[in-house]
Structure formats: C-alpha cells, structure tokens
C-alpha cells in the first residue's frame, strides 16, 4: 500500500520520534495498486439443476492487510534498533496507526505488525518493511459524541436526525450515554426510520446516569447497580443514511458516541 503522507503515528507515538519516514523502496513509476478494504464473501447456494444461486448475504470477514516500508535519512544506530523494535514490533494487541496525510487525517488504522523485514542500504540499516494486520476490512475516523444537554425537570419527547455515513453497509451500533434529571426513571430511544422496537431502560433512578455500548452488548450504571434486567433488549442500532430518532425521557444529558468506518485503499 502506497500513502503520500511521509510521517505515521503508532499507539500515539509520532515516526519522526525515531527519525523514520515513510518511504517506499519498490515503487520506480506511478502506477500501483492496493486493498481497498472492501473484500466480500457471499453467502450462497447453488442448488442442481439450478442456473442461479440463492444469495442469503455477504459477510466482510477477511481483514485489511498491507506493507508499509520505514527508513531514516541516516545510519539507524543499535541502540535505537532496540527502542525501534519494541516500539513496531511484538505487541500484544491492536495498536492505532495513523498515517500523517490530509486526506485521511481523521482517520486510523487499528493494527498489529505481523512480520518484519531489515532494509539495508550499502550494508547500512536504513529502514524496516512491516507487514500489517487490521482487526477489520476498514480503516475507522476517530470516535465522535453528539450531546444534548436539557434544562427542568419534566418529561421531554423530541425527535433528531442522525446521518450515518459509514462505508459498512451494515448496522452502527453507537454508545449511549444518558444522565436522567430529578424525575427521570428511564428512556426510551425509537427509530422511526426502521421497524425496530425501541430501546427502552425502565425503573432506575433520578440523577443516576447510565452508559451503555450497543456494540459490547454492556451497561453500567453509576450507582454500581446491574442494571441489565431494566433494559428490554432491543440494543439501538443506525442504518446507513438518515435515521430518525425519537426520545422519550426524564433527561439530563443524553450523549451518542459513534465511529463511522472508511474503504482506505491509499
């Protein structure tokens, strides 16, 4: 994979912190390819005698993959091997990968480097080609919240928009994050744009703020309480495109935090 960017970010911790830049060994003239991000395996059956196969869907299982090849101007010196290395290599989970480019700039990588190469230049170590693993076919924009704060103690039923333009075609499952006023006692959150049954948290506690994450399937309460017999079940979730959302609540604070998925094939 190719990127114009000439600096990364790797669990926080910027390329020029070690002298190393991106740069790309291979590429002599300016044609390229590279993953999109976007691999798709059907689900289907073909039955004898039958010219076409019953589709049931697709599944997006096989994850991003791609080298990214890393040098320094200069000599890369011993002891900076062994800070390079324990930086890039042999970690023990996903690690955010940010490429410094314009056009990709709200946007990371959640990788792990799965092998290494040495790149020596005149018997000199210059550099490394790391071959990286995503924990999805996507690339994801940094996590964003939508807030709404209310004022008085009386039950609100309002409605809002909420346009997800992730490129999974696919359900968005947001955090919810919600703060009941004086006499709150739950919240209901509908879309009106699908068939789905509400969400719905009932019989809890004024004041009491509650955060539940669609996606873990989780929900914790700042009391300590379980509060999972008060939920219906019915987890919330955002098709693509505009989703009309109703709320029903004795409401202090309700916040959405959400993360949109991008195809990066760069």
Known sequence: MSFYGR?????????????????????????????????VEPIEEWIYRKPKSYHFGNIQNTPLEFDLSVASYDPIAGYDRGKIGKWLLGRGGFKKLQICEDDISNAYFNVICTSAKTIYV???????????????????????????NFTGNEIKNFNFDFYNSSEDSGYLYPIVDFTLNSIGNGISIANLTTVDTAFTVAGISPNENVVVNNYLKTIVSDTGLLRLNYFNGCWLRLIPGVNILNVISGIGILKLTYAFARKIGA
């Open 122 to 148: 005149g018997n000199v170590q210059r550099g490394l080609k790391l071959h990286f693993r995503c924990d999805s076919p996507f690339a994801w924009e940094f996590p964003r919240t939508l807030t709404y």
């Open 7 to 39: 600096t990364f970010i790797y669990d926080t911790i910027c390329s020029e912190t070690y002298g190393l830049y991106i740069l790309d060994f291979e590429e002599t003239g300016g044609l390229y390819e590279s993953e999109a991000g976007s691999t």
